[in-house]
């Protein structure tokens, strides 16, 4: 189950200067996807994850991914679609386990005041879509549809700080 972070907590774009959770917060909530790219769970989710983004990227939220890796294998992993977002790096996991995340791929919300309002772990379309449905109703927004007959069948994930 995530928790909260500290207010100075690190969040390094792969393009850009870091700057603290407090920082990244001052004017919109933040939907974090976490991802490994180093497994095989990771990349099952990817079309799922863009949709997601795609469908609060005109929202009062910034999306972005949260990738365990430096910058050339978060490029890697993500080809395009790193091109198209916001990108957090974190390759030694210190976000991951700030955020006390003990499965990826994991979707995370953090609330204007820093706190995590709703997380879900591994890949079951209930527990995501009741993320992004409870994001949906405070942004004032309509949400992904999750669970399509393409997307994959629910998994538990990796570990998170493997």
């Given at each position: 189950?995530?928790?909260?972070?500290s207010p100075d907590l690190l969040l390094t774009p792969i393009n850009g200067e870091g700057r603290t959770v407090?920082?990244?917060l001052t004017t919109f909530h933040l939907l974090l996807i976490g991802l490994d790219p180093y497994t095989s769970?990771?990349?099952?989710?990817?079309?799922?994850?863009?949709?997601?983004?795609?469908?609060?990227?005109?929202?009062?939220?910034?999306?972005?991914w949260l990738v365990t890796a430096d910058a050339r294998d978060c490029e890697r992993f993500l080809g395009p679609l790193s091109?198209?977002?916001?990108?957090?790096?974190?390759?030694?996991?210190?976000?991951?386990?700030a955020l006390g995340l003990q499965?990826?791929?994991?979707?995370?919300?953090l609330a204007m005041d820093g706190t995590v309002r709703n997380s879900a772990e591994g890949w079951h379309?209930?527990?995501w879509r009741r993320v992004t449905d409870?994001?949906?109703?405070?942004?004032?927004?309509?949400?992904p549809t999750l669970g399509m007959p393409k997307d994959p069948g629910p998994f538990e994930g990796s570990p998170?700080?493997?």
């Open positions: 189950m995530a928790s909260d972070p407090s920082q990244w769970e990771s990349s099952w989710v990817l079309p799922v994850a863009e949709r997601t983004m795609r469908s609060f990227e005109q929202a009062d939220v910034r999306v972005a091109r198209n977002g916001l990108v957090f790096q974190d390759p030694e996991r210190e976000v991951v386990k499965r990826l791929p994991a979707i995370v919300h379309p209930a527990t409870h994001l949906a109703k405070v942004t004032r927004w309509t949400g998170a700080l493997a």
